[in-house]
């Protein structure tokens, strides 16, 4: 009896034994054997970082600035999606043509349904060149001249008839002249230079008649548009105006403007005109940033200013 107690208890302990210390080591006994010097286990590879896109590449500052206006097109505000169809209308976009042409028949005002026709007509849509002419019928003498006036910047001479018969009228004369020295006008091109010529003609005339014969492709007042440049109210269009004689005086002052955004679009189209095969290149990554702006005008303007620089050199041929 004695020695079946003592197997049975032997038996219990042995049980006991296992219980508390199993044959198989724990977590922290196999960590311990390990040791502070054991390897430890590999990192996984880190994951690739795509480069950000390079702005200062025309094929990305393009379609940022697309991308930016067709963001713009469902806009509430009627005065941004007019603002961004008419910028993105230049590249012949289908949907900033049919939002134009759904602003169009919505326009009340004869004067802005002019404007909206004339980027119709600009990026090649039909509809806006019959607008214009239709507003050449018009009862009101400044919506004919308007519509005539945005004919002629489109090197169309259905308005001419008209602008010819504003010519008679002092008020209107050398408004009426600036729009026919476009199409090469004799009597109109005349107008401007009396205007220059007379000591009774006021500084201001004087200079929208330079001007006007600088954008007429007439080279020999460019010495004077030279002298321009550096007065602070007209040096925007004399700046223009050597830009389409392909006149590099008219490069520093363009760089200028490039920097505001009132005057982007417009410094664009004048350094395409010098240069219609530009490297953009070093424009571009300012002009990119503004696209983040929280100033809707100014993202407009920069992104048009990149469409003008990046497009084919036909882009520049309509202001």
Do not use: C
């Not at 094929?59 to 600035?65: E, F, G, K, P, Y």
């Not at 600088?214 to 002298?227: I, S």
């Not at 440049?229 to 392909?246: C, S, T, Y």
């Amino acid at each position: 009896m004695w020695l079946a107690a003592g197997i049975v208890t032997g038996g219990m302990a042995v049980a006991i034994i296992q219980t508390v210390s199993p044959t198989a080591p724990s977590k922290v006994a196999a960590e311990g054997e390990a040791g502070p010097h054991a390897a430890a286990a590999p990192a996984p590879p880190a994951a690739e970082v795509a480069p950000a896109p390079d702005p200062s590449d025309p094929t990305v500052a393009r379609a940022r600035a697309i991308e930016t206006l067709r963001a713009m097109l469902p806009s509430p505000s009627a005065r941004l999606v007019r603002q961004a169809a008419m910028a993105l209308a230049r590249t012949g976009d289908a949907a900033a043509l049919d939002r134009l042409a759904g602003i169009l028949a919505e326009e009340q005002s004869a004067i802005a349904r002019l404007e909206v026709a004339y980027a119709l007509a600009r990026g090649g849509d039909a509809r806006g060149r019959d607008a214009l002419v239709a507003g050449l019928r018009a009862e009101r003498r400044d919506v004919r001249a308007d519509a005539a006036r945005y004919l002629a910047v489109l090197g169309d001479d259905a308005g001419v008839s008209t602008l010819d018969s504003l010519l008679g009228l002092s008020q209107h004369r050398l408004g009426a002249a600036e729009a026919l020295a476009r199409l090469g006008h004799a009597k109109a091109l005349a107008v401007l230079d009396a205007a220059v010529a007379s000591p009774k003609t006021t500084r201001e005339d004087r200079l929208r008649a330079l001007v006007a014969l600088g954008r007429a492709g007439r080279a020999d007042v460019a010495p004077a548009l030279r002298e321009v440049l550096d007065d602070g109210q007209f040096n925007v269009g004399a700046a223009e105006a050597l830009a389409r004689l392909g006149d590099r005086a008219a490069e520093p002052r363009l760089l200028d403007q490039l920097e505001v955004p009132s005057l982007q679009v417009g410094a664009a189209l004048g350094l395409r005109r010098l240069d219609p095969q530009l490297d953009p290149s070093r424009y571009l990554p300012a002009l990119v940033a503004q696209l983040d702006l929280d100033k809707d005008t100014a993202r407009v303007s920069a992104a048009e200013a990149i469409l003008v620089l990046t497009g084919p050199p036909e882009i520049a041929e309509r202001d």
